[in-house]
């Protein structure tokens, strides 16, 4: 179609023909997208412009104080002796204790029957009587030198064969009582009355424990700081807790596992324990200034160290390798940072060692839910 110049955009009746609206539409839209671009544009530039804002973060002075370390390991509670008593002479068993009895050293726990040992001693007594005489009447018949020096040899021998054989029924007879070599509980009996026993056979087991005696078994770059009588907490699995102290550490390591055995004494005489248990020995070594933090705090950087962030006079973040000195259930103990810091609590995002922040005290509330 072909628009003549005299021809009027409107009709006469002022309404907007069909191809000319379309043309204005066509023009705002034209429009709105150039101005949306200039919209978004600036959008862009205020992201950009906050991410250039310093980020600000939450800080809590700390001050290290001394703190014990300590050396916790799991380890067994055994008993301070346990005696399997053997017979020393044969007979038939007539007395025992019962099992669970509480005795004294020398206490007698079973006897055995005598026998005709009473007679074996009677006959012992005299042929030693006998030898003796023998042998005293040889020896002022030598001073005469009425007999030779091989027969009173011979005669000292037989005394001393005689005195030999007394000894030997009077041991059997004092044997026949079997004492305890200890204080302690009876925890056993191996064979029952009635019956006959030999020498050298178990009788009975003994328990003592007082004291009770904690095992445990530390490695070798943890011995040196142990020393005999250093201060121990046992916890007993099931929440007993009780007071020792370091009483032996092993001079050599075992050969298997490289680990030396360390035993803690710990009193048992009021409100006795058993022994055979597992427990939980802490051992208070050397002491240490330290910071307390909480476990949330550690961080490892791409080297794999441990450490933490703190903020230096300059506000800028800092990555400090730490040791941990001590764990306990709500808190660690860390070394390796100067004695007064600024340690990062929270902070929105992740930080960088040489970024620098706009640090601001803890907030109270935080503080009041924080369980350090």
Known sequence: MIFSPHRSLYKQQGKVQPATAVFIAIILLVVIWIASGFLFKSDASNGEEAQTLTPTVAVKKSSAVTVA????????????QQLSVRARTDGMLETIVESGKKVNKGDVIATLSI?????????????????????????KLRAQNMISQSELQALEAQLKAAKAQ???????????????????????RFIEQGAYVS?????????????LVAIIHVQQSQVHRLQTDMPATVRIIGGEQREGRVSFI?????????????????????????????????????????????????????????????????????????????????????????????LVIISHGSLSAGQKVDPRPVPEAYQNGENL
């Open 69 to 80: 370390r300590k050396l916790t390991l799991n380890g067994d509670i055994t008993p301070n």
């Open 199 to 211: 020498s050298g056979n178990p009788v009975l087991e003994i328990i003592d424990n007082d004291p």
């Open 115 to 139: 026998d005709d040992r009473e007679v074996q001693l009677a006959q012992a007594d005299a042929q030693m009587k006998k030898a003796q005489s023998d042998f005293d009447a040889a020896k």
């Open 250 to 342: 092993a001079p050599i390591a075992d050969a298997q596992t490289r680990t030396f055995k360390v035993e803690v004494t710990i009193p048992n005489s009021e409100q006795p324990l058993p022994s055979g248990m597992s427990a939980e020995v802490t051992i208070q070594t050397n002491e240490v200034q330290a910071h307390k933090i909480s476990a949330a705090q550690l961080k490892i950087d791409t080297s794999g160290r441990m450490g933490v962030l703190t903020v230096d006079s300059n506000n800028i973040v800092q990555f400090e390798p730490v040791k941990v000195e001590r764990a306990d259930v709500d808190a660690l103990w860390i070394s390796g940072i100067a004695d007064e810091t600024r």
């Open 166 to 188: 007394l000894r030997r029924v009077t041991f059997d007879i004092e044997h026949t009582k079997i004492t305890a070599p200890v204080r302690g509980v009876i925890n056993q």
